[in-house]
């Protein structure tokens, strides 16, 4: 089964304002900072104080998902209609949680939720351990002026060793970079997932199923990428 990464739909949501900007539909949420957020955000949220609290532009047209500069890309939590949350009810999911949220939209108050999957799926789908990791060090790179420059290749066996060496690398003002990353999606899959902590990769996927489902009720505010399509040549996709 095909996957898509789910983008917000930046160009058929904004606006341009009198001064020729482009603005988000959302011109910001109150109490956003209640919300977990994190390089390793995971496993259910007990309890949130207070919820995000939205402002759409009059200028604008409420769309099926809206963005926010938090949400935007979507990246760990997701703001969208019932609908949504109604359609997962035939897909397969992980566990997850939705939480009824207000939306100002000139004098009315729109009823939306924010979406956030528990559990993110790097460890599923992800086989780091016949992935092959490298050390980006700028300043050697610099030193041994570029094309003398000798990578330094790392094991990484799962993605616990994985976040390790990110953090201890960045500490050194170095980076660990994929040269090789390999997505297995032979084994049992879900319709909607997310993967949270690397860099170029984190982000919602969805099956080619739920996405013609999407599609076939005309969702707004969206678009999906074709994941063979969007990573270059580093990336190997099992199905």
């Not at 095909?2 to 949420?29: R, S």
């Not at 609908?83 to 939480?99: A, K, M, S, T, Y």
Request: hydrophobic share 30%.
């Amino acid at each position: 089964m095909k996957y898509y990464t789910l983008l917000d739909n930046y160009y058929e949501i904004v606006t341009t304002d009198f001064t020729g900007h482009y603005q988000h539909p959302c011109i910001g949420f109150k109490n956003w900072d209640y919300l977990p957020h994190g390089y390793k955000l995971e496993g259910p949220i007990s309890e949130l104080s207070k919820l995000p609290e939205g402002q759409i532009l009059s200028e604008c047209e409420p769309t099926t998902f809206l963005i926010s500069n938090y949400t935007s890309p979507i990246k760990r939590y997701i703001i969208v209609k019932k609908d949504f949350i109604d359609l997962l009810q035939n897909f397969r999911v992980g566990e997850n949680q939705h939480w009824k949220i207000k939306v100002h939209y000139k004098e009315a108050i729109l009823d939306y939720y924010l979406l956030y999957l528990s559990y993110p799926s790097q460890e599923k789908y992800i086989d780091f351990e016949n992935s092959l990791f490298w050390v980006s060090n700028p300043a050697k790179y610099v030193l041994e002026k570029g094309p003398n420059y000798q990578k330094q290749y790392v094991d990484i066996s799962d993605f616990e060793e994985y976040s390790k060496n990110y953090w201890k690398l960045k500490k050194d003002n170095c980076f660990l970079k994929s040269e090789k990353l390999i997505f297995d999606f032979r084994k049992p899959k879900e319709d909607l997932f997310r993967i949270n902590g690397m860099d170029n990769i984190t982000g919602y996927y969805v099956s080619e199923r739920l996405k013609n489902a999407m599609e076939k009720k005309e969702y707004t505010g969206i678009k999906f990428h074709d994941i063979d399509n969007q990573y270059n040549s580093f990336y190997k996709f099992l199905y």
